[in-house]
């Protein structure tokens, strides 16, 4: 008797924290957490939690259904909130007229994986109907078909801009960031490329490779370059006796080396570090790679190299894997991507503006937000409400998910993923909160006892 009542307790309780969070995310507009306006649902669960540990997991289940909708397709927040209050009513309700919570889950689950299939055959490709799902969130047509235009030409990225007004620029090469450490700014061709990932102090063992060079142009990168052979590097450039460029490797710590390991692939040569395969003395010309193009600036460098090669695919391929895993935040995603424009030699980017420096990074969220559901589109195609509502559903819980899908979702059209993630994360949630988490409350567990169990540790005898 005392386990029911506490699973009954502790279940509503943990619907009441879901239907608290969705009941906020689904009003129009932003929220305003701590001087500024959101759509994080992460950043909105943090401020409703409370002492009630039940409460605050149902908040957490929610805001973690809601958060990976919004960040995969940068929208959908409002929507999903109210398909979770929908589905959340209607579950309670059956289990209050004494329906076995796991048939129901296991119901809703079934209906709303028919429904999903349902949305993604679909799906359709329409230039207009794009234009205007993108202009919804990015509010200006201008913007919106930067984005789409950013988006036809490879990964778009988003940054931050130092003038007011936002535009798109296309770069055509791997773009390395940062100043000549050797060398002034110019545009070159046919120029060899060296790549060194270790600090670089020692002109000694560059000579013997200088030598073989003759008066041909190198490019070298490397981890550092300082002491001596910065010094006599720097003097023998000015003096015209070597064609010699040098930089610093652009990034901190993996991300350098990433970075240093993708120019190496796109210029057809290795990363030497001084021992493996051989000595910096002892790198011949074949070892080193080549570019077509080479465009110095005082703030970065354009390597414009082979983009068709089998280890250029391979690390896309690689690359590409790693922003499609669940466990990549979008920081990284977004470094990800820029790595992909680099090595396929096209590098669109959107410099967000704004007079001040809030409207500046208001805009690059916004934009942000654009580029992600712009992905979506292009990748799953766009779903017509009303295709769906068309549809002879078999069982009584698909045609309930479809009109509940038809009052969440206000807009005719939307990005067929989207509409396909709305319906799984919110069955997915409902199955969770009538079976596992129904689970864990009967026994009078909580997630800090979950994780005890899973270590074998015996959680009855430290109650005791």
Known sequence: MIRQIKYQDGREKMADGIRCLCNVLSLEGGILVKGSYTFSASQVAKELEGEDLYFNQ??????????????????????????????????????????????????????????????????????????????????????????????????????????????????????LDGPLSVGEASTMTEVFVLIINRTLSSFTELYPLLERLRDRKLFLIADQIEGEALSLLTANVKQDRLHLWAMKGPGLGRRKTDIMEDAAALTKTRVFDGIYPCEIKDITLEMLGK????????????????????????????????????????????????????????????????????????????LEYAVAYAQTIEQYGICRKEDILKQKWVTEIEAILAQMMNQSVKEP????????????????????????????????????????????????????
């Open 58 to 175: 149902g908040i957490r289940l929610a805001a973690a259904a809601i958060g990976e909708i919004n960040s995969i397709t940068g929208c959908g927040t409002k929507e999903t909130a109210s398909m979770i209050l929908s589905l959340l009513t209607f579950c309670q309700r059956k289990s209050a007229s004494g329906e076995n919570p796991i048939v129901l889950a296991r119901d809703l689950r079934n209906s709303s994986e028919r429904l999903e299939e349902a949305i993604l055959s679909h799906a359709f490709s329409s230039p207009h109907s794009k234009v205007n799902l993108i202009r919804q969130i990015t509010k200006d047509d201008k913007t919106a078909h930067m984005v789409l235009e950013g988006s036809k030409e490879g990964e778009l990225v988003v940054k931050e801009s130092m003038y007011a007004e936002t535009r798109l620029e296309i770069t055509r090469g791997m773009r």
């Open 291 to 366: 570019v077509k193009t080479l465009t110095m600036t005082g703030d970065y460098t354009i390597l414009a190299g082979d983009p068709d090669s089998e280890e250029i695919r391979r690390r896309v391929t690689s690359i590409q894997s790693k922003i499609n895993a669940p466990e990549t935040n979008y920081y990284d995603k977004q470094k990800l991507r820029e790595r992909i424009a680099g090595l396929t030699m096209s590098a669109p980017v959107i410099l967000a503006g704004g007079d001040t420096l809030l409207e500046s990074r208001e805009e690059k969220t916004r």
């Open 413 to 464: 059209e939307i990005s067929a993923w989207l509409l396909a993630l709305i319906i799984r994360k919110s069955s997915s949630l409902m199955y969770l909160w009538l079976t596992t988490g129904a689970v864990m409350v009967s026994a009078g567990y909580d997630r800090e006892d979950l994780e005890l169990i899973k270590s074998g540790i015996d959680v009855e005898r430290l109650r005791g």
